[in-house]
């Protein structure tokens, strides 16, 4: 239950206005939360906890995401662009499903009510609404629920980066038509039928945005999300830009770019595809997130 001594704004959010500071709305008026432009407060004492999972290690050659390491480096500078400081910015590689969940919750049964915000970026394997681990598969509606009971993230903005594959369709470029062609339908294996039901594969809860690095059924190229994003933020430093902003911009690189990768993994044919992200949004408002938060 919201605290009725809370000084307003609540829940975290501002408007981008001052009140009017008059009392007692008559039923005509209108509510300021209905005709005003909110932005998240991004006035606490720290910018907050900049978490990134790597998973890499998968047994074999083939399997392993090698090249992982110039991901991370990448969202290290997005996380110095984005005003976190170097010691709120923790690495963890190759966590076993049981420990990535106790560190998740570890968080969020921590003290955050200084923070403004958190990001957790997870880089890994995945399927339509599974994230891997070495030895396990498991939901991606278990980031939300451990994430759920973090009372003193409420109203905060929750940013959560997700480099994996969705599924085993590739986005092919330079076809003929723009819609897409898939290599096989999603709905029909081995010549039966298989019905996907997806359960929490985005949050219920508002003030998260998630960005996937790819829309569901389809494979991911590895890389591309955290480059973009860190030319987005480069950009939006001078831009002035807010979040949505920074990763529409990631969006429009991902449909300018193409490579050439394997059709299947047992054929020597090769093709050019192209990738689109998804990006999931319950904000309430505009997010605004720049340097100078604390001491690198």
Excluded at 109 to 125: M, R, S, Y
Excluded at 138 to 158: H, Q, R
Excluded at 172 to 191: F, K
Aim: aromatic share 10%.
């Amino acid at each position: 239950m919201a605290d009725s001594n809370a000084k307003e704004p609540t829940l975290g959010i501002q408007s981008s206005i001052p009140p009017s500071g008059s009392s007692g709305n008559t039923a005509s008026s209108v509510r300021e939360e209905d005709s005003v432009p909110f932005t998240y407060d991004m006035g606490y004492e720290n910018r907050g906890d900049f978490l990134i999972f790597v998973f890499k290690d998968f047994g074999g050659s083939e399997a392993d995401r090698n090249g992982t390491e110039y991901e991370v480096q990448n969202l290290k500078s997005v996380a110095e662009n984005w005003g976190f400081p170097t010691r709120s910015i923790k690495v963890h590689w190759d966590l076993s499903e049981e420990t990535f969940k106790d560190e998740l919750n570890i968080w969020a049964g921590g003290n955050h009510e200084k923070d403004d915000c958190v990001v957790i970026a997870i880089l890994t394997h995945g399927l339509e609404d599974v994230l891997l681990t070495k030895e396990t598969r498991f939901p991606i509606g278990e980031i939300w629920k451990c994430l759920k009971g973090c009372n003193s993230m409420e109203g905060k903005p929750k940013i959560l980066l997700i480099q994996a594959c969705r599924g085993e369709q590739l986005d092919e470029a330079g076809n003929e038509s723009s819609t897409r062609r898939l290599i096989r339908s999603p709905d029909v294996i081995a010549g039966g039928t298989k019905k996907y039901v997806y359960e929490y594969i985005y949050p219920e809860e508002p003030d998260y945005i998630v960005m996937y690095a790819t829309t569901l059924y389809f494979k991911a190229i590895r890389g591309w999300l955290c480059r973009y994003l860190l030319e987005a933020t480069n950009v939006a430093r001078d831009k002035g830009w807010d979040l949505m902003n920074q990763m529409t911009a990631v969006a429009r690189k991902f449909s300018s770019e193409c490579c050439s990768v394997k059709k299947y993994p047992w054929s020597h044919d090769r093709i050019k595809v192209t990738q689109s992200p998804e990006i999931f949004s319950s904000l309430r408002g505009k997010v605004f997130l720049h340097k100078g938060k604390g001491e690198n």
